[in-house]
């Protein structure tokens, strides 16, 4: 695929996104890895694709019945770690904070077209939160960020 197909890209660019990610984060053992959202996570991290959005705009429709799509694809970025200092929920974020840019450094740098199943993918919109988890143990970060992506419908 060069990012160009007969139908939407959306699968693939999903599959393509997650399979970057564990690229980005090879070696880093305490991340969990989700092609959806999961529970319980069995470590203390995770990335997970989360919702999809994609959009044709119809006054790009070629007269081969060729159209741009943008995808965008959510992921949830999480971080837990013991205790709820103030030191302690700097450490979180600051952790799930370097998970999303190892990523979006990845995309940028080695990957801009994930696999080709894209013309090219871009970090979108982010947001974040943390709390103190249940049993007042730790604090847990998570990240709800987007990945905005071009791909080509094309007549075959």
Same mark, same amino acid.
Request: hydrophobic share 40%; net charge negative.
């Given at each position: ?59 790009? @429709? ?14 949830? @970025? ?9 030191? /302690? ?7 799930? %904070? ?12 080695? /990957? ?34 987007? %990945? ?9």
């Amino acid at each position: 695929m060069s990012g160009i197909s007969s139908a939407s890209g959306i699968l693939a660019a999903r599959c393509a996104l997650l399979a970057a990610a564990k690229a980005a984060l090879d070696g880093q053992t305490d991340i969990d890895f989700y092609s959806g959202w999961q529970y319980p996570v069995t470590q203390p991290n995770w990335v997970a694709t989360t919702d999809v959005h994609a959009d044709m705009d119809p006054a790009n @429709i070629g007269p081969r019945r060729s159209q741009d799509e943008t995808i965008t694809l959510g992921v949830s @970025i999480g971080a837990w770690l013991p205790g709820h200092t103030e030191d /302690d929920i700097v450490a979180a974020f600051e952790r799930a %904070f370097s998970i999303l840019n190892t990523i979006q450094t990845h995309i940028r740098t080695e /990957d801009i077209t994930l696999a080709d199943t894209v013309l090219w993918c871009v970090p979108g919109t982010t947001d974040s939160d943390g709390a103190v988890d249940e049993d007042g143990s730790g604090y847990q970060v998570e990240i709800a960020t987007t %990945f905005v992506c071009q791909h080509r419908v094309r007549a075959a």
